[in-house]
């Protein structure tokens, strides 16, 4: 699952023209109902519009049809029970990038020259790869947590510690600090395989599970590095079920995110109003955005604001219908129609800033839906 980011910044600098690229994203259940014949519906009600854009493309209808065969093969026979959320992107009748996941998807369907990507990127912000450590007194697993599924397990620890014995005297009291010190030595491999795995994976937050006891003596033993990452420690049973897991886990992420997106619409205003080091509104953003300066962007999860993007030299351009690109007077043809909440999704991952899609409420209100945090100072 630690892939996820490369193989999203792939997407992102995946480009075809003939045959364009069909993204879709939908969900074939919901609980325990099928939702196949729905999602169907909506495919062929989505590609009766996309065609009807493509008007004389004898050549485009031909192929997206071959691309919408390959989608209703996977939807009628490669689902498994377990998904409940799935985005394919498909280019010349195969199948290049596809994403399962345990949550739904809305379902969407895009027929253009690059990929449809920011829906998958909000969803793996949301559910960012994260490590979840089960231990007790002597098992422990470490494994990892993204698009809401569990992985296999990164490391397992299990340790020969001998049950506590009923028998007075000396003997017992030796025998005691003999289990005890296979404890610490139990607590101590696992410090070292998840500050390994820390190290390899740079896991943004980590979640213990397990009796008090365990989870306090790994925290207070975990290097400092590490243990700041820590957003909860739970007492469920070590062997709890993935579900149990993931349920706790999602919980407590949620709680974790929300708190950090209130702290960053905070430190936008201010910034606006002392620095100058951030701006709000989507004319500010895109200008900063074609001139290089962004550092972190701060985008509602449902913006939807319509735009064009030159071929010619890639700037991103607000609203639609302009003769020639702004920035280098390329003609009307060299501007493309895109959707802003698109376009700025692909440019985070192509140039590296950082993107993080908000649901506070104050994305929408104070900050017009859009706000960035800058390198310089807007001048």
């Known amino acids: 699952m630690n892939d996820l980011r490369s193989r999203l910044k792939k997407l ?20 325990s109902r099928d939702r196949r014949k729905e999602v169907k519906i909506f495919i062929k009600n989505r590609v009766a519009e996309i065609t009807s854009v493509l008007s004389g493309d004898d050549r485009a209808k031909i192929m997206l049809r071959r691309e919408i065969d390959t989608l209703e093969h996977i939807i009628d026979q490669e689902v498994p029970q377990t998904t409940n959320g799935l985005a394919v992107f498909i280019r010349g009748g195969e199948v290049f990038e596809r994403f399962d996941a345990s949550f739904a998807f809305e379902n969407q369907l895009a ?63 030796r025998y005691q600090r003999h289990i005890d010190h296979q404890k610490r030595e139990h607590i101590d491999d696992v410090v070292k395989q998840l500050t390994a795995l820390v190290a390899r994976f740079n896991y943004k937050r980590i979640m213990l599970v397990g009796p008090a006891a365990s989870t306090s003596r790994l925290l207070e033993l975990l290097p400092k590095n590490v243990s700041s990452r820590v957003i909860e420690r739970k007492a469920l049973m070590s062997r709890a079920s993935d579900n149990q897991i993931v349920e706790e886990a999602l919980r407590y992420f949620t709680e974790a995110e929300n708190a950090e997106e209130a702290e960053k619409v905070r430190r936008v205003r201010v910034e606006i109003h002392s620095s100058g080091m951030a701006v709000a509104g989507v004319d500010n953003v895109v200008r900063c955005v074609n001139h290089g300066k962004v550092h972190e962007l701060l985008m509602a999860a449902d913006l939807d604001v319509k735009g064009e993007e030159c071929t010619e030299c890639g700037a991103i351009v607000t609203g639609r219908g302009h003769s020639t690109c702004p920035s280098c007077d390329a003609p009307k043809d060299r501007l493309k129609d895109v959707e802003l909440r698109e376009v700025l999704t692909r440019k985070s991952l192509q140039y590296g800033f950082k993107l993080e899609f908000v649901k506070n409420g104050e994305m929408k209100g104070a900050l017009g839906g859009i706000a960035a945090l800058l390198h310089s100072p807007n001048t």
């Open 12 to 31: 992102a600098n995946t480009e075809s023209t003939y045959p364009h690229i069909l993204s879709a994203y939908f969900s074939p259940r919901q609980g």
């Open 111 to 173: 027929y253009r020259r690059v990929p449809h990507i920011a829906q998958l990127a909000f969803m793996s912000e949301e559910l960012e790869p994260f490590a979840i450590v089960t231990l007790d007194s002597k098992h422990a697993r470490i494994f990892d947590m993204a698009l809401g599924v569990v992985s296999d397990p990164k490391a397992q620890v299990e340790s020969e510690v001998h049950r506590r014995i009923h028998s007075g005297g000396w003997s017992q009291t």
